[in-house]
């Protein structure tokens, strides 16, 4: 259901009720070419440091919890 309208009201993403003017399209809603650059190598930068970090917590918290005395 999402993709049909999706597909209906393509380019427009926010649709105004006042005046089809103020709508918000695909390509004014579009932020420039160099700000997308740099999110782009900030991305590629980060994703890798975040799955990283991931992973290491997950093998350093590995196995099953042992409960003991000192524990609550």
Do not use: C, H, Q
């Given at each position: 259901?999402?993709?049909?309208?999706?597909?209906?009201?393509?380019?427009?993403?926010?649709?105004?009720?006042?005046?089809?003017?103020?709508?918000?399209?695909?390509?004014?809603?579009?932020?420039?070419?160099?700000?997308?650059?740099?999110m782009?190598?900030?991305?590629?930068?980060?994703?890798?440091?975040?799955?990283s970090?991931?992973a290491?917590?997950?093998?350093?918290?590995?196995?099953?919890?042992?409960?003991?005395?000192?524990?609550?």
């Amino acid at each position: 259901l999402l993709i049909v309208v999706a597909i209906e009201l393509y380019p427009v993403l926010i649709l105004s009720t006042i005046d089809k003017a103020y709508s918000i399209t695909i390509y004014n809603a579009a932020s420039s070419s160099r700000s997308m650059s740099i999110m782009l190598l900030i991305a590629a930068i980060g994703a890798p440091l975040v799955l990283s970090y991931t992973a290491f917590v997950f093998w350093t918290f590995r196995g099953k919890v042992e409960l003991d005395e000192t524990s609550y």
